[in-house]
């Protein structure tokens, strides 16, 4: 009699699990279905404002509203395109940095920050010396290295004052890539010395920048945004760093150019 209570109570059990697994699919089913047509309602409900929207254009006095140049834009604006290095924000953050603290028209203000231009390039051409004479050495080494290495009369020239090998039988000189293959003997030492000096140069800079170090070029435009910095102290000195790191040579000719067509308004 036990043994048959038992298996009873088993199958009852097994039965009770059947039917509530058989009821939890029914719920979850009907909340699915339920979900489903409710997608489609809210999909048919929201369809006309969907298209609606899709349809909304730019009204006349919208776009009469947009600014067009940085100078009419809304301070929060600049100083976000400030921040993400645009040459022309960064500028006209100066300016209104110069306008509050001076309290002086936008024309003034920029009047100063040519000034500041004209004195942070005062000493570039020193500066750009050095870059300027390893520039021309570069392109003239690039230029003097096809005749160098296929030209037969520069050859012979090369040969006989800096190199004084011997010279192959004219057979075997006869087209510019024989001529090549002579004096690629001692064109590939130099050429190979060459380009593996720079390509440790190079090496060494990124791993020089991976560790926060600054190359010499970094070093010298934070010295120079510093000493503008310097001069100009009444106004913010990162303001006026990063107006010094956006600068070269032509700026200040190019913004004093530009004057005819920036505003003349007394205020902003």
Request: glycine residues 6%; charged residues 20%.
């Amino acid at each position: 009699f036990g043994e048959q209570l038992t298996m009873s109570f088993a199958r009852s059990g097994k039965a009770v699990r059947c039917i509530s697994t058989c009821t939890q699919w029914g719920l979850l089913r009907m909340h699915t279905q339920r979900m489903s047509l409710g997608s489609r309602r809210s999909v048919a409900v929201n369809a006309p404002s969907a298209a609606a929207n899709e349809g909304t254009k730019p009204t006349i006095e919208i776009a009469r509203a947009m600014p067009q140049q940085i100078w009419e834009m809304s301070n929060e604006s600049v100083v976000a395109l400030a921040n993400f290095g645009d040459p022309k924000a960064i500028q006209e953050r100066l300016i209104r940095i110069i306008m509050k603290q001076d309290k002086c028209t936008w024309q003034e203000a920029y009047d100063i920050t040519v000034q500041m231009a004209q004195d942070n390039d005062r000493n570039l051409p020193v500066v750009h010396l050095p870059y300027k004479i390893l520039i021309g050495f570069a392109g003239i080494s690039a230029l003097a290295s096809f005749p160098l290495v296929f030209d037969l009369e520069t050859a012979f020239l090369f040969n006989r004052y800096m190199v004084t090998t011997e010279v192959p039988k004219p057979e075997d000189l006869e087209t510019w890539l024989e001529v090549g293959s002579w004096t690629w003997g001692w064109m590939e030492p130099v050429l190979g010395q060459a380009s593996f000096f720079l390509l440790c140069m190079q090496f060494g800079r990124n791993q020089m920048q991976n560790i926060g170090m600054r190359p010499v070029t970094d070093q010298l435009e934070l010295k120079r945004a510093q000493r503008l910095s310097n001069k100009y102290p009444q106004y913010d000195r990162n303001a006026v760093m990063a107006f010094s790191d956006q600068i070269d040579g032509l700026t200040a000719t190019i913004l004093m150019e530009r004057r005819a067509v920036r505003p003349s308004t007394t205020t902003k």
